[in-house]
């Protein structure tokens, strides 16, 4: 089975209110999951992240993104 880490994350970030939050529960779901870590591990390989902090990463650079859109919107 294939999953669009991004989309999971995305969709992480969207439905929970801290990124705090969004590293505890992805770790859970890599945790319980098996499929979805080889998923993510080939994921982060090809987007050039870290294994061990990949995830929280790409979480700061959304959060970074949305934070210069409203930036940009407040202008």
């Avoid at 998923?39 to 982060?44: I, V």
């Amino acid at each position: 089975m294939d999953y669009d880490i991004n989309e999971i994350l995305q969709s992480l970030l969207d439905r929970l209110s801290r990124v705090g939050e969004v590293d505890r529960e992805f770790q859970r779901m890599i945790d319980d999951d098996p499929a979805l870590k080889e998923c993510y591990e080939e994921w982060c390989e090809s987007n050039g992240y870290d294994t061990r902090t990949g995830y929280q990463d790409y979480v700061d650079e959304l959060m970074e993104s949305r934070d210069s859109v409203w930036d940009s919107m407040n202008e």
